[in-house]
């Protein structure tokens, strides 16, 4: 059973209730992906089926090498399915061409990495305009959306810092702002407190959880860290490559 | 010169008396490509650093194009990265996510360079630096070897007049070593660049003239022995009359 | 060298019986040391009749195996002359397995490839027994004994050493698997490198680039291009002791 207890008694059930126009943004049917070696093939992923709503928060658990990141690298198309299919607003991932499924990713996806992911020689600010540069959007018009986007994430004091001045969770921090700029649908991240100690760790799963709210946006939270079932709306635990939702 | 290095001393930051590099003094000229070798933890990485204006020297001064780049204001200082030193970091982790051609037209993009022309640029330094096959891969797609001369293409979008490379050519295979260390080697003498890189080893350094060996925090001199230790005279023992066993 | 002056050495210790000598000297050397008895007979009797050692204890006629011997005035003098003497010059060995691989021609190089697998099998099997022998030092407890550290500098030099020949192996293997791939030329009576299809556009982007960057090289102006902002000042603004630097 799930508990929540951030004072909101709605359980996982009223919560979709709550929403009912809430549609499913991404569908996994019966998803499977295999690595073959020499010697064996290995199940990474096997037959999962699995749905994000709109605005949904999702944890997925499980130990390292449960086939979590691959599942994730699926659903950001960045690596095909051997089976099954993977569909993202009604459309599947396998008809994309390269360049639908790289403007898919750029425009629809926001990502969030243990390892922060930072350009090392860029500011902040310029960190988070990156995703809007490559999309062709004007300097002042993405240098403007970025600073709006620290100072949703409460960095406006630290926009000109380089990721070597900023601390772990200030990393993290420029990490979501740059995740959220694009104003994506979904937000995918791979164990963004991994790296981080308790206190910073919490604060930004707080930001995380915050995200469906106050942007709209879908977040899909692969950990190892049970402290981020607290804020999910549905947890999934992943074992040998196969899904099983926890009750 | 455009880098000079004037007797560069810094202490390590957990101690007062132990140090990273200790009375480094080094030049680079356009044209010149300038290899330093030697162990992790010799002190090369703080040395490219230092000339890049990234860390400050404890004592010594550093010159960059008849300036003190050392007592530049940070803001100065990020301005010539950006426009003038390009820096290679060998070792750096890739950023997920990225196709080669974004990571390198990223530097362009960021100053203020029109989409276009960042992306035509991009394309022309892969090409040069044989690494256009893998324009539309992501960076954690492709070979060690394909990655540094990545990097490297990224460094010349900005068309530097130096270029600091950290380790680029370690760990790769010699044909690859030989295939970067020939495009640094070209780029020195037709682009006028001048180039410093490191490497773990003098074998990756190809090309480099000098090559100068850093160890413990000292660039070794190859014209006479390094100063001080003291030379410890054989103490006259006293012969034993008795065998013993 | 000889051994004449490593004997001096250890008879500055202390006395002893040739066949002491013998065994000490490999374990104060290492195993690059090691003499046969006919050969450690012949220095010291030649040492003894230049006056550099003398017998001091023993009996049995003429034998020198019966007897201990100790270092002379003359013989500690010719120690000290030899010790401060001719600088240590840097020797590189002459190598028969590099000379036979360089006049292989196209038509041997597998089997030079496979004179340097044998090389390496039989360096990784020497390391494993230096190694062995410094690894069953015992440098554990209160004391550090000289004589033993000094012995382990002895035998890391030689583990330096072949592992330096180990690296030579793998390097000289990727060289001629290379050559192998036919990616070089060789004289006329040998077969032609494949020529790269890139090789043209490859050097026509670089003239192009180098030649752009070249030309703006001596001059501190910026390289011609209308989108660049106005150069970087060329008076610098001191601001002493300023550093952005912290990692």
């Known amino acids: 059973m799930v508990e929540r207890d951030d004072g909101d008694a709605r359980t996982v059930t009223a919560t979709t209730l709550e929403r009912p126009q809430a549609r499913a943004l991404l569908e996994l049917d019966s998803v499977s992906k295999r690595y073959e070696s020499v010697s064996e093939t290995i199940h990474a992923v096997e037959d999962v089926d699995m749905s994000v709503r709109e605005r949904e928060l999702v944890a997925l658990l499980g130990p390292s090498g449960s086939g979590k990141t691959t599942l994730l690298l699926l659903i950001a198309g960045l690596l095909r399915a051997d089976g099954g299919s993977v569909r993202f607003e009604g459309r599947d991932l396998a008809s994309f061409t390269k360049s639908e499924a790289l403007a898919y990713r750029r425009t629809k996806l926001g990502f969030v990495f243990q390892d922060f992911n930072l350009s090392a020689g860029l500011s902040a600010q310029e960190n988070v305009c990156v995703p809007l540069l490559l999309r062709g959007v004007p300097h002042g018009e993405a240098h403007g959306r970025a600073r709006a986007s620290l100072a949703q994430v409460g960095l406006e004091r630290r926009l000109t810092h380089t990721p070597d001045r900023l601390s772990g969770g200030e990393k993290q921090r420029v990490a979501i702002a740059r995740a959220l700029v694009g104003e994506p649908k979904l937000i995918l991240a791979d164990e963004a407190t991994g790296s981080l100690d308790t206190e910073t760790g919490d604060a930004v799963l707080e930001l995380l959880a915050a995200l469906p709210r106050e942007h709209g946006a879908a977040v899909v939270l692969v950990t190892h860290d049970i402290r981020a079932t607290r804020h999910a709306d549905r947890v999934l635990q992943m074992r040998d490559g196969r899904l099983s939702e926890l009750q | 010169m455009l880098l000079s290095l004037q007797a560069i001393s810094k202490r390590r930051d957990d101690s007062a008396t132990r140090m990273t590099l200790d009375d480094v003094t080094l030049q680079v000229g356009r044209g010149q490509v300038v290899g330093v070798f030697g162990r992790s933890g010799s002190g090369k990485t703080t040395l490219l650093q230092i000339a890049a204006g990234l860390a400050a020297p404890d004592s010594g001064a550093v010159s960059y194009d008849g300036q003190r780049l050392d007592r530049l204001s940070s803001t100065e200082r990020l301005r010539l990265r950006r426009r003038e030193i390009a820096c290679v970091w060998g070792s750096r982790p890739p950023q997920r996510g990225l196709s080669v051609l974004d990571h390198v037209q990223l530097a362009l993009l960021v100053d203020h360079r029109d989409r276009r022309d960042a992306s035509r640029r991009a394309r022309e330094a892969l090409l040069a630096c044989e690494a256009e096959h893998c324009e539309r891969a992501r960076l954690e797609e492709i070979s060690d070897g394909e990655r540094q001369r990545v990097e490297i293409a990224r460094a010349l979008t900005i068309e530097p007049k130096l270029l600091l490379a950290d380790s680029p050519a370690s760990n790769l295979s010699i044909v690859e070593q030989e295939t970067i260390m020939r495009l640094l080697a070209t780029l020195a003498r037709d682009a006028k660049v001048a180039v410093l890189i490191t490497a773990g080893d003098a074998q990756a350094l190809i090309g480099a003239d000098p090559v100068l060996y850093l160890s413990g925090g000292r660039i070794v001199d190859p014209h006479g022995t390094r100063q001080g230790g003291t030379l410890h005279r054989f103490p006259g023992r006293a012969r034993l009359a008795a065998a013993d066993g | ?247």
């Not at chain 3, 000490?24 to 007979?41: A, D, F, K």
């Open chain 3, 1 to 247: 060298m000889s051994a004449k002056h490593a004997l001096l050495g250890l008879l500055l210790d202390t006395p002893a019986y040739p066949y002491q000598l013998a065994s000490r000297l490999e374990q104060r050397l290492g195993p690059s040391w090691e003499v046969n008895s006919g050969q450690l007979y012949q220095t010291v009797k030649t040492m003894e009749r230049d006056g550099l050692i003398e017998r001091v204890q023993g009996a049995g006629g003429g034998r020198e195996d019966r007897h201990v011997f100790a270092i002379t005035d003359d013989g500690a003098r010719e120690f000290e002359r030899w010790f401060q003497g001719s600088p240590d010059h840097v020797r590189l060995p002459r190598r028969p397995l590099l000379a036979k691989i360089t006049f292989a021609g196209p038509e041997r190089l597998a089997e030079a490839l496979a004179k340097v697998d044998t090389y390496e099998s039989e360096c990784a099997a020497r390391l494993a027994g230096v190694a062995r022998l410094r690894d069953e030092l015992t440098t554990d407890g209160p004391l550090v004994r000289a004589q033993e550290l000094l012995l382990r500098l002895n035998l890391s030099t030689d583990v330096i050493q072949l592992e330096g020949e180990l690296r030579w192996a793998a390097h000289a293997r990727e060289l001629l698997q290379w050559l192998a791939e036919g990616e070089a030329v060789w004289p006329s009576r040998h077969r032609q490198a494949r020529s790269g299809e890139r090789r043209h556009d490859r050097s026509g982007a670089r003239k192009e680039l180098f030649g752009r960057m070249a030309r703006s090289a001596p001059s501190t102006a910026p390289a011609g291009d209308a989108q660049r902002g106005p150069d970087a000042p060329r008076g610098p603004k001191r601001v002493p002791g300023e550093d952005d630097a912290s990692g």
